[in-house]
């Protein structure tokens, strides 16, 4: 009887592993631009599946692509679960002069400003157009995961290296992120405990 229940076990868990591998197959195939040997495969696999990224069209994922500070607020407001309340700030008018009211990213934008995962640039500027530096989406990622008020540029940096989120990733703080290594510090981010 112990062999038989062992071997039930074997068969589910055998079972279980092939049927996510065949899907975090299936969902980084559906993507013509990644690799499934490419280190971010996983990562975006992962958040494809949760819906907190998505693709560019035309079956492309975006290699290589910048991050807008638009795409930033959104990914981070579904990266915190936070997404359904943006729809709802579609209505309300920005705080930032460069938002207009129609803008597709509006509810985002005012849902990640008011819980502090994003702030302007000055000047009552959002920049909704501009691409994110490495050290911008790590500290959107540090508001997101509670870590405020950190020394900008080095309180931030040092903490993303605490955490693991830019492990042996070779960057510069003032570079463009990409969405594929984007994708890498979210799904690392979404391991962490929070403070």
């Known amino acids: 009887m112990k062999l038989y229940k062992k071997l039930i076990l074997v068969v589910i868990i055998t079972s279980i592993v092939i049927n996510l591998s065949f899907v975090n197959t299936l969902y980084a195939a559906s993507f013509s631009d990644i690799k499934q040997d490419a280190p971010y495969a996983e990562a975006v696999s992962y958040l494809a599946d949760l819906n907190i990224t998505q693709g560019i069209g035309g079956g492309l994922f975006g290699v290589g692509k910048p991050v807008t500070r638009a795409m930033m607020t959104v990914f981070i407001n579904r990266l915190t679960g936070y ?81 693991g989120l830019t492990k042996d990733m070779s960057y510069k703080p003032d570079d463009v992120i990409t969405r594929e290594n984007l994708a890498v510090i979210m799904y690392r981010a979404l391991f962490l405990k929070l403070q």
Request: glycine letters at 8%; a neutral charge.
């Open 83 to 163: 997404s359904s309340s943006a729809e709802k700030l579609k209505i309300t008018p920005s705080a930032f002069k460069d938002v207009p009211k129609n803008y597709w990213a509006l509810g985002d934008i005012n849902l990640a400003t008011q819980l502090g995962f994003a702030h302007g640039v000055g000047n009552n500027l959002f920049n909704p157009e501009g691409n994110v530096t490495y050290i911008q989406a790590l500290g959107f990622i540090l508001n997101a995961l509670n870590y405020k008020n950190l020394k900008w540029p080095d309180g931030v940096l040092q903490r993303a290296d605490e955490l």
